[in-house]
């Protein structure tokens, strides 16, 4: 079973984020975020969907377990994983300079 607050702690502490700017790029308040920490609440649906758009992955991508889904080397799923924690402008300037290469 997958520990939801955990993981929401682990894409926003790869980001560098603080719990307020995980509200700023979700579009939740802080004090909601922060809720869930100090009552060991699980956010609902809804507010778990804005999350992932903050983090730019699916709802599926959050939940995975199983990164061997689809069949890639161990160097695209490190590349994947790495540009999974980029924000949407790095994730494109990215994908143009590997354009250009």
Same mark, same amino acid.
């Given at each position: 079973m997958i520990d939801i607050l955990a993981r929401i702690s682990e894409y926003r &502490?790869?980001?560098n984020w603080t719990e307020y700017q995980l509200a700023e790029e979700s579009g939740l308040t802080q004090s909601t975020i922060s809720t869930w920490y100090r009552k060991d609440m699980?956010?609902?649906?809804?507010?778990?969907?804005? &999350?992932c758009n903050a983090f730019g992955i699916t709802m599926s991508q959050f939940f995975a377990t199983d990164v061997n889904i689809v069949s890639l080397t161990d160097i695209q799923q490190d590349l994947l994983s790495e540009i999974s924690y980029l924000s949407k402008e790095q994730q494109v300037t990215l994908l143009e300079f590997l354009k250009t290469l």
């Open positions: &502490i790869k980001r699980l956010p609902s649906l809804s507010s778990l969907e804005k &999350i």
